[in-house]
């Protein structure tokens, strides 16, 4: 599995926006792991 890091850029409800570099988009139904401090990190489905 290959790891590229993104960069949230917007939330609106259950609905997150991910900026990923040129050419290296996630694939549909591939998950996006949202590290957080003291918690449990976050995974969403692309």
């Known amino acids: 599995m290959a790891e590229v890091s993104g960069v949230v850029t917007q939330v609106l409800g259950n609905v997150v926006d991910v900026e990923?570099?040129?050419?290296e988009l996630p694939d549909i139904f591939d998950a996006i792991r949202i590290p957080r401090d003291g918690a449990d990190d976050l995974i969403l489905e692309v």
Do not use: I, T
Request: avoid cysteine.
């Open 20 to 23: 990923f570099p040129a050419g």
